[in-house]
């Protein structure tokens, strides 16, 4: 039934209040509503704006129309269902009043679209006396007659009998309906009506005369047929199509077409079945045919001695009622086969004569064994053969299945060995939740068929030989089925209504209306009725208009008939409940006041409190549509009288609910969990708080059992008492304290001992356990910042509770999440806890003791406080730039804690820090925010603070940021001086612009003698670093420096100067070609020794590591690497402790275990990371990494696993790196630090590696020594030759030779051949010629004489080496040699 609807606030259900003369003045409010005018009153009234009492808003009301727009009036409730004369006496005032433009009357076409009703609100428009135009009213007035609703009659007895309704059919018999022959016929017609209806009968179409037939009655007050047979007569006689009508005055309700069958049990015919001769391994049907039946009959095979025949896959029974033998098997033959029919109605069973089954075999003997042999049927010789179908034939075939019903698909095959049955769908999956599968798989029941279910199924049966598929078309047609079926429809007079019947069925059925059983096309004509298609538009509904109308909705599978009367009431409301009830409840409680109502037209219905005129909805009220009011959680301030007002057209009723708030019934001092020797005293107590005007009852179970209080007990109100305690009274003891309200219970276990076991304490007896989950949990003292929280503890299970932890969750940033509040001593079951504000709470406790935490409890009522801006900004801003030319702006969000309020956000500002420019600012919901277009690494002033729809947080703090770093530019000032010849210094200045924060510089320097190049070094410096010392053992090589600055984007411009040249190098040497600078990360294998390096054959002298005197760097060779604690390197290598010197350390292990010598190659995204150690070779290690945003990560690592490559880093990162064992953490290697390229560096390959061009210097090489070794045989012939007239430049005074001027070429033995170099040491390798081709004629200085000998540069050459000093080797020269053959 539908109950009335309670009504808003102020305004609804029809009343508007009349505006003042300055809009402003009618604000809209929850003022309390003034008085309500009924219609008389309202056309009595002043409607003149401002004209009431007071002349405000709050003056006299019209009692016309809820209001929706300026100049716009929409009916209300009421307006609806007023009466043709009230409405045009309402029009013709709103037509003398207002003005309603056009824009608005379509905003009212749009409000009906969408059904309008009386519980829209909007504002009273200002009302102008200005004469609307005609089609204003046409249009208002369509709209007031297309709005309606429905009415229904509430049960109870004295509406229903008061109440004039026309019949309602309530029981009839099914459409297809089946009757035992054995039994009196009994169709069935029951209605219901106000008066009652009277009855009559039609038969195949026309009118059944009851009385003329005297074994046909109709029972009294029914229209319930009754064939009687008793005295004889045949059922089928009465066979046909049977239709009821029930009427009174206002109208004729039909029954279904009842189509009436006489059940049907014929017997079989007689046959006589000759034996079936099979061959074993044939397929076999052995058919039924059963005799037609009415409903068909149920078939199952037997024996003719009634065993039931066993079936499988191999034999089975078919839906048509066949037995099919996939194959014949020779222990078929041992029994026959019979057909049998059961009837339903007439319970009888009907055999058919049975078959005898003969089979031939090659093998005469049935062998019991072979029957579930793997091969049974070559065992027995038979031949084996591909499936084929026994049902269905060929290999397609369709199926047509009604919607609702069930479908079944069936395919039995033949074949040896059995086939196996399997189902598919084209296009798709078969219905899990609607398809299985009978008989063996061999028939797909799908269940209540819908549309979807059409398609093409497919049935495969394979065995070993082969396989066959069947393909079943299935489609699915459609008898009608409801999709809006008609309801009755009960209108007060005046008011619009409709009828719909819609339904849908394949093929598309066909709808035909008739009224009081007449077609509708025959019945008088009614100009407030209008049939459009499915539907029957009734407008301006009178007491005349009452009838019955039928929908028959029918195609080719069957039909829907549906009756839906139309009843025009006018009821003034009435209250349906006992007056002046009273309603006791528990504080906090939810609670509902119930008022049941009736009226026609539907009444609105309000509630108030106390008398006052505020209407209660909203905020801890509720009210629901069949005018229940809901209190959400009763206060002690909900205490009062609550009035319900229902009120329409025709009156008002109301009632009266007293409302009493008692005090919850709680156990404050429970009892205790106890053990006691057997004989002594016990005393269990329960001290209960309840409200003082409700009675208290206070009782105990044992072991959930009402206890017995015999004599050995006492019972007080507060304590029980068991004297002489005995070993029957163990167990658990409930105090139960109720009222007629509500109920506390309290549980305590009782342990009971013999005499010898005297415990100290029960804790020291009872085993311990985690404490239970407490109970009960309520929120009281409701503030804006706080509340209090009360709970009752939980079971301490013989550990005593020693703290409270309070729980909360919110529903809005993190639901479902749990955070901690606060924790609480175990002593206490009652806080007051700090909230802040807009924060939907809900409370949970857990209860601690030494075992561990309870379960949580079960939540409290959820709370919600009030919004206020923020009072706090995020925390962590920082602004950082991930591009050159971006700053982004980060923060840690807040919580909902400090969120205070809806639709958190935070206003961004920034803005230059030197220019001091304006603040340029934005509005942002998450946590980051990019400024683009920014200078390179300029210094910004950031601010962020938060903000909600209550406002903004206090001022925030401004934190300064920086936009993108790019790479450096060079350092300034290179300078590289030479004050020895052991001794290079290196000096250099800042870069002028370091676009960035400096992290260092990198050094790159190589040895040059001529065209050979020595390994490149590389050297990291720190930022504050700009001089360096290289100290040089060898004084013939030159050295080329590149010196670069580097930020965390990478290194930049580099900027390269040269060593001078020596002082005594009379002609300068030719540039070796420049070395490409390597990247860091790239430098080559590290963890050569230095006692290694110190016989490793080289071209160029190494430079030992820097004087101590420095500041403390990293030096890298691509051969052997050295680290000496630098903060920023990107290879390292360590040494294990020992008091040795380094060589020691580096040639043998420590005795203790270590490890040492770490290192790291790394790239932009990865690194390579290597080490030693002493541990035994099945010792497992972690490496332990850890980035700069302090992002610890460890990787496992197996035994001899190395080197261990580290992926997914981030280029330009600081990591720092440690080692250790997996089972004993506290060996541990140094720590070490190493940083990843950066994505702006480009490796480059160093051409002086490749191949090729190592081969084509060789060849260079090979080809002018042996230029130089003819030269030498050809100057060799001449002797000596003066040679200082030669010489350009004059020798230096500490020249030797000076004295004769000649230079003695004997003294050429004693220097070593060309291409000998100074080793790491310092030292000149044996049998090694040290000439450069510098040396030999590619200066430009170099001359030949007139004979061809070559002498300028040799001159120069010999000069520098008497410089020097007599350093190389003593052994004859090989060219020497080549001299004495000459």
Not at 293 to 301: N, Y
Not at 700 to 716: F, Q, S, T, V
Not at 834 to 850: C, D, G, H, K, T
Not at 1086 to 1115: D, F, H, L, Q
Request: with cysteine; net charge neutral.
């Amino acid at each position: 039934m539908r109950w009335l609807a309670a009504r808003g606030a102020a305004g609804d259900s029809g009343e508007v209040a009349a505006t003042a003369a300055d809009s402003t003045d009618c604000a809209p409010s929850r003022s309390p509503s003034p008085r309500r005018l009924n219609w008389r009153e309202a056309s009595h009234s002043s409607l003149i704006p401002g004209t009431g009492r007071g002349g405000n808003c709050t003056g006299r009301l019209i009692d016309l129309c809820a209001a929706w727009g300026p100049g716009a009036f929409l009916p209300s409730a009421h307006c609806r269902r007023a009466t043709p004369g009230a409405v045009r006496k309402r029009l013709k005032e709103v037509e003398e009043l207002s003005s309603i433009p056009k824009a608005h009357v379509e905003q009212l076409e749009r409000a009906r679209a969408r059904g309008l009703g009386s519980r829209e609100r909007g504002l009273v428009p200002r009302m102008a006396r200005q004469q609307p135009p005609p089609w204003v009213h046409a249009a208002f007035l369509l709209l007031l007659l297309s709005l309606g609703g429905a009415i229904e009659i509430p049960m109870d007895p004295s509406i229903q009998n008061e109440l004039t309704q026309p019949p309602t059919i309530t029981k009839q018999s099914v459409k297809d309906h089946i009757v035992d022959p054995r039994d009196n016929i009994l169709i069935e017609c029951e209605a219901k009506g106000n008066p009652a209806p009277s009855f009559h009968w039609t038969r195949n179409s026309r009118f059944f005369n009851i009385a003329k037939d005297p074994r046909v009655s109709m029972r009294r007050r029914s229209g319930t047929l009754v064939i009687d047979f008793r005295s004889g007569g045949r059922p089928e006689e009465y066979e046909g199509e049977y239709q009821c009508f029930a009427r009174n005055k206002f109208g004729t309700a039909l029954s279904n077409r009842i189509r009436l069958q006489v059940s049907k049990s014929p017997l079989w015919p007689k046959e006589n079945l000759d034996p079936v001769v099979v061959q074993e391994g044939a397929p076999l049907t052995l058919q039924c045919n059963p005799p037609p039946g009415l409903p068909s009959p149920v078939i199952f095979w037997m024996s003719s001695s009634m065993e039931p025949i066993t079936q499988d896959k191999r034999v089975s029974q078919g839906h048509n009622g066949d037995l099919y033998f996939s194959n014949v098997m020779l222990q078929d033959m041992q029994t026959d086969y019979s057909c049998n029919a059961r009837f339903h109605f007439t319970h009888t069973i009907q055999q058919k004569n049975p078959f005898t089954l003969k089979v031939l075999t090659n093998h005469p003997y049935n062998d019991s064994s072979l029957r579930n042999h793997p091969d049974m049927y070559s065992a027995r010789g038979v031949a084996e053969r591909t499936p084929s179908f026994m049902y269905p034939q060929g290999t397609s075939s369709s199926q047509m299945v009604l919607r609702g019903m069930d479908l079944l698909l069936e395919c039995i095959a033949s074949g040896v060995p059995t086939p196996d049955i399997a189902w598919y769908k084209k296009g798709g999956d078969l219905p899990s939740d609607k398809a299985k599968f009978e008989n063996f798989n061999k028939a797909l029941r799908i269940t209540n068929v819908s549309e979807e279910d059409s398609g093409e199924y497919f049935c495969l049966a394979s065995n070993k030989m082969g396989s066959i598929r069947h393909t079943i078309s299935v489609r699915v047609k459609a008898a009608p089925y409801w999709l809006d079926e008609p309801k009755n429809l009960i209108l007060a007079p005046g008011e619009d209504g409709r009828l719909v019947c819609r339904a849908n069925g394949n093929p598309k059925p066909t709808v035909q209306w008739m009224v009081n059983g007449e077609p509708l096309q025959s019945a008088p004509p009614n100009p407030n009725r209008e049939v459009a298609g499915d539907t029957i538009i009734f407008r301006d509904t009178q007491i005349s208009s009452r009838a019955v109308y039928q929908c028959n909705t029918s195609n080719e599978h069957g039909y829907l008939l549906a009756n839906a009367f139309v009843s025009v009431l006018d009821v003034p409301p009435r209250m349906l409940s006992p007056r002046n009830q009273l309603m006791r409840v528990i504080l906090y409680n939810r609670t509902r006041l119930d008022c049941p109502f009736f009226g026609s037209p539907i009444p609105t219905l309000r509630w108030f409190k106390n008398g006052q005129g505020s209407n209660l909805d909203g905020g801890n009220y509720h009210v629901y549509e069949n005018g229940s009011l809901e209190i959400k959680m009763i206060r002690k301030e909900d205490q009062g009288i609550y009035t319900c007002v229902a009120t329409n057209i025709l009156g008002k009723a109301e009632n009266q609910v007293r409302l009493e708030v008692k005090d919850p019934t709680r156990i404050f001092r429970m009892p205790e969990d106890q053990v006691a020797k057997r004989g002594t005293a016990v005393q269990l107590e329960c001290r209960v708080k309840h409200d003082p005007s409700l009675r208290l009852t206070v009782s105990w179970l044992k072991d959930d059992e009402p206890l017995y209080i015999g004599n050995r007990m006492k019972k007080e109100d507060d304590s029980l008492t068991i004297f002489g305690v005995a070993e029957r009274d163990q167990g658990s003891y409930t105090c139960v304290a109720s009222t007629e309200l509500d109920q506390d219970l309290a549980k305590a276990y009782l342990t009971v001992l013999a005499d010898q076991a005297t415990p100290t304490n029960r804790l020291a007896a009872l085993p311990k356990g985690r404490p239970d989950r407490p109970r009960d949990l309520e929120l009281t003292d409701l503030a804006e910042r706080s509340v209090r929280l009360t709970w009752i503890p939980g079971d301490d299970n013989n550990s005593p509770i020693t703290d409270y932890i309070v729980q909360f969750e919110e529903d809005q940033f993190q639901p479902g999440v749990w955070h901690d509040h606060s924790k609480f001593p175990g002593s206490v079951n009652s806080a007051v806890l700090q909230l802040s504000p807009y924060v939907n709470y809900q409370f949970r406790v857990i209860a601690i003791n030494e075992v561990g935490s309870s379960h949580p409890s079960l939540p409290s009522e959820r709370y919600r406080t009030s919004g206020a801006p923020p009072e706090s900004n995020p925390s962590d801003v920082k602004g950082e730039g991930t591009r050159k030319n971006n700053m982004e702006i980060t923060w840690t969000p807040m919580n909902a804690t400090s969120a205070f309020g809806p639709n958190l956000r935070y206003i961004v500002k920034w803005r230059r820090r030197e220019t001091r420019e304006t603040w340029n600012n934005v509005t942002v919901w998450g946590s980051r925010y990019v400024v683009g277009q920014t200078p390179v690494y300029v210094p910004y002033e950031i601010r962020v603070q938060a903000e909600n729809d209550f406002g903004k947080g206090p001022e925030p703090d401004t934190v300064i940021g920086y936009s993108g770093e790019d790479l450096p530019s060079a350092p300034r000032r290179f300078r590289v001086r030479q004050p020895n010849l052991e001794t290079i210094n290196l000096e250099w200045d800042h870069p002028e612009h370091p676009n960035g924060i400096l992290t260092g510089y990198t050094l790159k320097y190589v040895a040059f003698n001529g065209t050979k190049l020595g390994k490149q070094i590389a050297e990291n410096f720190s930022p504050n670093q700009t001089k360096f010392s290289v100290q040089r053992s060898d004084p013939v090589s030159r050295y080329r420096f590149t010196l670069s600055a580097r930020t965390q984007v990478g290194s930049g411009e580099a900027v390269t100067e040269e060593s001078p040249a020596p002082p005594n190098e009379a002609t300068p040497t030719a540039a070796p070609p420049t070395l490409p600078p390597t990247t860091e990360g790239a430098i080559g294998a590290v963890g050569s020794t230095a006692a290694a390096a110190t016989t490793e054959a080289t071209t160029v002298p190494i430079i030992p590591t820097v004087a101590p005197t420095t500041i403390a760097t990293t030096t890298t060779v691509a051969a052997t690497t050295t680290t000496t604690a630098a903060a920023a390197t990107t290879t390292t290598t360590e040494s294990p402790p020992t008091t040795g010197t380094r060589s020691k350390m580096q040639e043998s292990a420590p005795d203790e275990q270590f490890i040492w010598n770490v290192t790291v190659l790394s790239n932009s995204k990865w690194a390579n990371i290597t080490w030693k150690h002493n541990f035994g070779p099945g010792t497992d290690f972690v490496v332990e990494y850890i980035d700069s945003n302090h992002t610890k990560k460890t990787v496992p690592v197996k035994a001899q696993a190395q080197p261990i490559q580290l992926t997914d880093l981030y280029p330009g990162m600081t990591y720092t790196l440690r080692i250790y064992p997996r089972d004993n953490e506290g060996i541990s290697s140094t720590v070490i630090t190493f940083m990843t390229s950066t994505a702006y560096t480009n490796n480059q390959a160093d051409i002086a590696t490749q191949g090729w061009f190592i081969g084509l210097m060789c060849a260079i090489a090979l080809l002018v020594l042996i230029l130089l070794i003819v030269c030498f045989i050809k100057r060799s012939r001449g002797g000596k030759y003066p040679v200082r007239e030669k010489k350009d430049v004059p020798l230096g005074p500490e020249d030797p030779k000076e004295e004769d001027g000649s230079f003695d070429y004997s003294d050429e033995d004693n220097k070593p051949l060309q291409g000998s170099q100074t080793s790491l040491d310092g030292t000149i390798k044996q049998q090694e010629s040290d000439d450069s081709l510098v040396d030999y004629g590619e200066g430009g200085e170099g001359q030949f004489n007139e004979d061809g000998s070559f002498i300028g540069q040799y001159t120069v050459k010999k000069d520098k080496e008497e410089t020097e000093g007599n350093e190389s080797s003593e052994a004859t020269s090989p060219v020497n040699a080549i001299y004495s053959l000459a």
